[in-house]
C-alpha cells in the first residue's frame, strides 16, 4: 500500500496527523492549555481509559461498551472520564478539541524500541502532570487499561504521588487471557467479554462499599 501522506507535513491527504502524536507540537500545546488553564470540575470519581482509534473517543466501539458498563454502575455525577495514550492526556469533554479528533495512530502496531520508550518517557510525564494538577478534585481514581498505557499510568502515578484506587483489568485477569494465547494482541483488548465481566463486578464492589460506608 502507498504513503498517503503529503510529505514532509506528517499528515495525510484527508488532513489527519498520522506521525507519533506524542511527538507533536499540537499535542504538547494542547496537554499545556489543560494542565495551565482548563478547569476540570471536581467529580468524586475519575475514571482513566485510553484513547481509541475511531474519533471521537465516544464514538469507538470499544469506549462505547466500556462507557456502557459504567453507566450501568454509577451516577453521571459520581465519575468523570480522563482519555489518555497517544494522545497524551485530556478530559473526556473535549475530545473533540483539536488536535484529539484529528489524529490517526496505532501503537501497538509499532516495533521500534526508540519510539516505545519516548512514548513512555512522554505519556509518564503528562499523566503524573495532570494527577498533580486534579491531586484535590477527585476523591477516587479508577483506570481500565493494559500494555504500554498501564505501564505509563502506573508510573505516572508513582511520579506524582497521587495513587490510584483501583486498576483493571487485574493482575490475575491479565495473566489468564495471555496463558489462553489466542489473541492478536498478547493482552487481548479491553473490550473483550473477560475483561469488562471484571469491571463490571468490581465496578459494582466499590460503588456498594461506597454506599455502605456512607461517601455517597
Not at 498520522?18 to 499540537?26: M, R
Not at 473526556?92 to 489524529?103: G, I
Not at 481514581?141 to 495513587?163: D, H, M, N, T, W
Request: charged share 30%; net charge negative; proline share 6%.
Amino acid at each position: 500500500m502507498g504513503d498517503c501522506r503529503d510529505p514532509g507535513t506528517g499528515k495525510a491527504k484527508d488532513g489527519m496527523l498520522t506521525d507519533p502524536p506524542f511527538y507533536l507540537q499540537e499535542f504538547e500545546k494542547s496537554y499545556r492549555y489543560i494542565i495551565d488553564e482548563y478547569d476540570v470540575s471536581p467529580r468524586e470519581i475519575a475514571i482513566f481509559m485510553p484513547c481509541a482509534v475511531r474519533k471521537p473517543y465516544s464514538a469507538s466501539p470499544s469506549h462505547q461498551l466500556i462507557r456502557s458498563v459504567i453507566g450501568q454502575v454509577l451516577q453521571p455525577d459520581q465519575y468523570h472520564i480522563v482519555i489518555f495514550g497517544t494522545c497524551g492526556i485530556v478530559p473526556a469533554e473535549l475530545e473533540e478539541m483539536y488536535p484529539y479528533a484529528h489524529y490517526h495512530y496505532m501503537l501497538g502496531k509499532c516495533k521500534d524500541k526508540k519510539v516505545l520508550d519516548d512514548f513512555l518517557r512522554i505519556e509518564t510525564d503528562r499523566i503524573a502532570g495532570y494527577l498533580e494538577k486534579t491531586r484535590h478534585l477527585y476523591t477516587y481514581r479508577i483506570a481500565y487499561c493494559i500494555g504500554l498505557f498501564r505501564q505509563a499510568l502506573i508510573r505516572g502515578a508513582e511520579k506524582s504521588g497521587v495513587p490510584f484506587d483501583m486498576v483493571l483489568p487485574s493482575r490475575d485477569m491479565i495473566d489468564k487471557v495471555i496463558e489462553e494465547g489466542d489473541c492478536v494482541f498478547e493482552e487481548g483488548s479491553l473490550s473483550m467479554g473477560e475483561y469488562l465481566g471484571e469491571f463490571c463486578d468490581r465496578l459494582i464492589l466499590f460503588r456498594n462499599g461506597l454506599e455502605k460506608s456512607g461517601k455517597t
